[in-house]
């Protein structure tokens, strides 16, 4: 298991350490920084350990669990050829080197998640590499209805989304790694409050490695490389014609509002850093992220964008920037704030 308890206490310590850059009707309360406390697994309740070679064995220890189990999976891999639905508070946990391919085929509109954690407010994933059985997936793992849930230090690679979070407040994401997640490594689509810390995405070449949406989310100490953005605060639009396992549009409530961010690393993404679009509004994005090697901009804020047909996608406004003097910043965007950096001269570059 990594160092999670390190990880977390200088998030905390960092919380309180980064209010200098401040932005106007932010309500403190309504941001959530997880404990460690939070995802403690009560070792004198239910416990099974699955051995290494298991085949559809997670779903059936998920079947026998009393509500706050343990499900201990061995080093080795692990294969659920079905969906695996999570609908109770568990806790799954790996030993160092455990592996588990699930199944996400992406066959129709629907997301179809390989793990889908629904109705189970509490349950923890932790600790294991999580890979697709098939060559195209859809989605890693989908919190549905499931607040105060978290994934920790795993490695979730290859699926469109690694994670979503759906109609699942205060959910937490920590300490992993988004490898190749073509669409994107996280989309936090209707879920306030989300905690996004301390995380490596790589590779999400077709889109952002983050999707904001929803109000009052953090995203800190993550470090965004080799994608095409690093995080995007936007609303995930009906018009994309995605489904949630439940036949329902895939669709923000809310766009982006009231996120912090903090004490990230943007290097190398192959268009910009950090992407704000579609109305987001009263976000924060705060000094000590660090950029560099960002193949455009490091922050863009686009005009009104207009896709005859599909969408209209209204400019982002009243945000609030504090960058370093060598941060390159393209506003197009209403009423920004911008404190420090450099901006690019929109005669030159018109939005």
Not at 100 to 122: M, R
Not at 322 to 337: H, Q, S, W
Request: proline content about 5%.
């Amino acid at each position: 298991m990594k160092k999670l308890s390190l990880l977390l206490t200088a998030a905390t310590l960092l919380f309180f350490a980064c209010q200098k850059d401040t932005a106007p009707a932010a309500d403190e309360s309504r941001y959530y920084t997880p404990k460690l406390s939070d995802f403690a697994a009560d070792r004198s309740g239910y416990w099974t350990t699955i051995p290494a070679g298991s085949i559809n064995a997670l779903t059936q220890a998920i079947a026998d669990a009393d509500p706050g189990g343990i499900i201990y999976l061995k080093a080795g891999m692990h294969t659920e050829t079905n969906r695996v639905t999570v609908n109770k508070r568990v806790h799954i946990i790996g030993e160092d080197g455990a592996i588990l391919k699930i199944s996400s085929p992406d066959t129709t509109l629907e997301v179809n998640p390989g793990i889908h954690i629904l109705n189970a407010p509490g349950a923890v994933v932790q600790n294991i590499k999580i890979e697709p059985l098939q060559a195209s997936a859809w989605c890693g793992i989908m919190f549905e209805n499931s607040p105060r849930s978290a994934v920790l230090s795993c490695e979730i690679s290859v699926f469109w989304f690694g994670v979503l979070v759906e109609r699942s407040d205060q959910v937490a994401i920590i300490d992993n790694h988004f490898l190749n997640c073509a669409g994107n490594g996280v989309l936090v689509n209707n879920g306030k409050s989300t905690y996004v810390g301390y995380n490596e995405f790589e590779g999400s070449t077709g889109g952002s490695a983050l999707w904001a949406c929803d109000e009052w989310g953090t995203a800190e100490g993550n470090e965004f490389h080799n994608n095409e953005f690093g995080i995007l605060l936007c609303k995930y639009p009906k018009e994309f014609g995605i489904l949630t396992p439940g036949g329902a549009a895939l669709s923000a409530d809310k766009t982006c509002i009231l996120w912090k961010l903090r004490s990230n690393k943007f290097n190398n993404n192959t268009d910009s850093g950090i992407i704000i679009r579609d109305s987001a509004h009263q976000n924060l994005i705060e000094s000590n992220n660090e950029y560099s090697g960002n193949a455009k901009y490091d922050i863009v804020i686009p005009a009104d964008e207009d896709v005859p047909g599909f969408i209209f996608i209204p400019a982002a406004y009243d945000n609030t920037i504090y960058a370093a003097p060598n941060v390159l910043i393209k506003d197009c965007g209403i009423n920004t704030t911008i404190n420090g950096g450099t901006l690019v001269d929109t005669t030159l570059d018109p939005c």
